[in-house]
């Protein structure tokens, strides 16, 4: 896809989830999350604009993207972009299709989002399943749009290498019947005190609400992250916990 | 102060730090963190803007405050909020000035925050400081300003709670030549398997550059999170980093 008046109005059409579902497209800018997207080598890309700079500076990795790539003008770029600043270099590209038959969950601990609003929450989350080496990360239906451009920028790159599946929980214990339902509630044991913790999935709750109550009743495990003494906070950030939960979770 | 034009001018100017500074004021907004500053009573209150549903449905807080507080329409509530949805409630407050000499650091751990630049993340490192119980937040002259409207909004009530004092490192260490400083570094130690751990300063870095030099020529103890087997992500927010390390480091 080289620039024209209309492609740039697609591109910039991408921002909102009704033409990202549309078009399976979605958008990434900057130079990081583009960087890891050329070198990954997992997605199909539709378009890459580039400034003549960047073109002069990655010479290598664009020579792999000879049909894809154009250079593009400052103006140009501005008209493609969302960012207050516009970038150096914006990558058009088809949403990872994650296939559920082809995780390998066993032994191996995973997440599941119910119902994370913010985009930042789940580009951290997304973050900290990379860290940690988890095997997926399951949503909600409701859950934030995996390719909103806050979350894609704030995964650092996270979104490229952790499967992401928006599948009901009930679905993956149907297809995992000895899997173990784990999620933080004030009356749960003590996460660093635990006697032994099998691999499982991590429920993380709305920032709001919380764990719903239809997902309440699937859980087999309650454990909390204790306060301090004379703490004040009445909760926690929800990719703070999920932080503090997969680090501790990961030393069983 | 009651509504006028000039007084929303005022009030709006404070979403700029220069104005911040300037008046040594800062603004509130929205139903959560208002209803703390009510019921905290810790700050000097300038002003406090009401709906008549949120009169309405808190006349007991309200009454504490009957010459500071003043009923708007939701035009000139407009006129003063910065959110695109404008609030029920909204209060203009004197910065809260934390001195040195009240703390009392013995036997507890504190933060000292080396250039955090994104309001989000410092908001959400308050609730945890808040939540783990810690005694104070340190800040680098160059840490984002306390008093950003995101960070206000994003502390929870933290804000009101913990002691935050922008105070050079080197001063905490002469004020308390005694007290360990800690940081994470990737050739640190684990932080889940160290033999034992007292109180004392845990530094965390700036989102892109980490910890700076000068910092670090003053850390006393290097601490690391394990990252899982097959981990692909370079590093972790900077919050939830600060999160996990707080977590674990209470458990000694």
Chains 1, 2 share one sequence.
């Not at 990434?28 to 199909?44: H, V």
């Not at 995992?176 to 691999?199: C, Q």
Request: some cysteine; proline content about 4%.
């Amino acid at each position: 896809m080289k620039f024209s008046k209309n492609n740039a109005k697609f591109v910039r059409s991408l921002q909102l989830k009704k033409y990202r579902d549309k078009f399976n497209n979605f958008v990434a800018e900057g130079d990081k999350i583009c960087k890891e997207i050329l070198t990954n080598r997992q997605l199909k890309l539709k378009a890459c604009f580039v400034s003549t700079a960047w073109q002069a500076a990655h010479p290598d990795l664009l020579s792999l993207y000879k049909d894809i790539y154009s250079v593009v003008s400052p103006t140009q770029m501005k008209q493609l972009s969302a960012l207050r600043t516009p970038p150096e270099v914006l990558i058009v590209a088809e949403q990872q299709d994650w296939s559920f038959s082809a995780l390998n969950l066993d032994s191996k601990w995973s997440l599941y989002l119910d119902g994370i609003q913010d985009p930042g929450n789940l580009g951290t989350i997304l973050r900290i399943a990379d860290w940690f080496g988890w095997a997926a990360v399951f949503c909600s239906a409701d859950t934030t749009d995996l390719y909103n451009p806050k979350v894609v920028q704030s995964t650092m790159g996270a979104i490229l290498r952790v499967p992401v599946l928006k599948v009901p929980l009930e679905e993956v214990k149907t297809r995992h019947n000895e899997i173990s339902i784990y999620a933080a509630a004030m009356d749960g044991e003590n996460v660093f005190r635990l006697s032994e913790a099998h691999p499982g999935i991590l429920v993380i709750g709305n920032e709001g609400q919380g764990i719903r109550s239809e997902t309440r009743a699937q859980i087999d495990r309650k454990i909390h992250i204790p306060k301090g003494p004379s703490a004040g906070a009445e909760s926690l950030n929800a990719a703070v916990a999920c932080g503090i939960l997969c680090a501790t979770l990961n030393q069983y």
